[in-house]
């Protein structure tokens, strides 16, 4: 992908992440109290935004932009969905942010999100040294 | 247009982030995810070819993507805003804070990476195009997220 396209994008993605405060440590809170409904209707109309789309392009064989095939990642489930998901929501659950947000978090002003962006990048790090020891 | 600059609905925001994966499968011809930005800008602290196994070539617009997540919310929160909206809540302005942060970050990391995917990667672009994977993913998530909740954060509380 161009390399200014990909910048544009993030910048529309970093806006709407922000103005629907799903980088909100507080909207994460509510969600896994059940106390709004917030998180799960914009996960969920994502969701079926993103399904309808992959079906159109299925339907219609839309190529890419550089007229390829549009190819799909096939994303394997195995031990590391389970462990890894469950460590990555307690995670979540903590920062109020998961990946994307914490990019918005900083951005936003909130300097604290560096300290969580640095323990990602750790965990990162400890992941790929370790792989090879951790159940697959 | 009057609310632009208060919280946007979720019938707006929820379908433009789900827009996100065909926008990126057809500029880029990718499964859109973010999680795997963390791996490479790893690649990119500890210089080229120094991460095992780990080829950046074919990653470096993630790193310009999330450098534009950054700017997008720092838009947002200066022009698109009126007054102040906070996302941490005070506790996290502390050093005790700030360790609870930099274990959460350490779990973000590890977890996405070993589940090679996180709410994007998994929970939209995944169910989105119908993986299994996805939803067992999105199942754990939350519980890890119901695990700390209500049972890790009550112990230490």
Same mark, same amino acid.
């Given at each position: 992908m ?9 910048i529309?993605?970093?806006?709407i992440?922000?103005?629907?405060e799903?980088?909100s440590w507080?909207?994460?809170?509510? *969600?896994?109290?059940?106390t709004e409904?917030? *998180?799960?209707?914009i996960?969920? +109309?994502?969701i079926?935004?993103?399904?309808i789309s ?6 219609f ?6 007229? %390829?095939?549009?190819v799909?990642e ?28 914490i990019f918005a %978090?900083i951005? /936003?002003?909130?300097?604290p ?6 323990? /990602?990048l750790v965990? /990162?790090?400890?992941?790929?040294i +370790?792989? +090879?020891?951790l159940?697959? | 247009?009057?609310?632009?600059? #208060?919280?946007? =609905?979720?019938?707006? @925001?929820? =379908? ?10 057809i500029?880029? &011809? ?6 795997? #930005?963390?791996?490479?800008i790893?690649?990119?602290?500890? !210089?080229?070819g120094?991460?095992?196994?780990y080829?950046s070539?074919n990653?470096?617009?993630?790193l310009?993507?999330v450098i534009?997540?950054s ?6 929160v200066? $022009? ?7 996302f ?7 050093? &005790? !804070?700030?360790?609870?942060? $930099?274990? !959460?970050?350490?779990?973000?990391g590890f977890? @996405? ?14 169910i #989105?195009?119908f993986?299994l994977?996805?939803?067992?993913? @999105?199942?754990?998530?939350f ?7 209500y ?7």
């Open positions: 161009k390399l200014f396209n990909s910048t544009i994008f993030g529309l993605f970093g806006i992440l922000t103005k629907a799903v980088i507080f909207r994460i809170n509510n *969600m896994f109290h059940f409904a917030h *998180m799960y209707l996960i969920g +109309s994502a079926i935004t993103g399904a992959y079906v159109i392009i299925k339907k064989s839309v190529k890419s932009i550089d007229k %390829q095939e549009i799909i096939k994303k394997e489930l195995n031990k590391g969905t389970v462990i890894g998901g469950i460590l990555f929501g307690i995670g979540w659950a903590i920062t109020g942010a998961c990946p994307g947000p %978090q951005g /936003a002003g909130e300097y999100a560096l300290i969580t962006f640095a323990g /990602a965990g /990162a790090y400890l992941y790929s +370790s792989k +090879s020891k159940p697959d | 247009m009057d609310n632009i600059f #208060s919280i946007w =609905p979720w019938y707006v @925001t929820g =379908p433009l982030i789900g827009l996100f994966v065909p926008l990126i499968l500029a880029g &011809n990718k499964l859109f995810g973010i999680s795997s #930005s963390l791996l490479h790893c690649s990119i602290v500890l !210089g080229k120094k991460l095992r196994g080829n070539d990653h470096k617009w993630k310009y993507f534009g997540i700017i997008g919310a720092f838009i947002s200066n $022009f698109l805003t009126t007054g102040k909206v906070k941490l809540p005070e506790f996290y302005y502390s050093l &005790n !804070g700030f360790i609870l942060l $930099f274990t !959460g970050g350490v779990l973000i977890g @996405t990476r070993y589940a090679n995917g996180c709410t994007s990667g998994h929970s939209i672009s995944g #989105s195009t993986q994977s996805g939803i067992i993913a @999105t199942l754990a998530f519980t890890g997220g119901l695990l700390y909740t049972i890790i954060y009550p112990m230490f509380n």
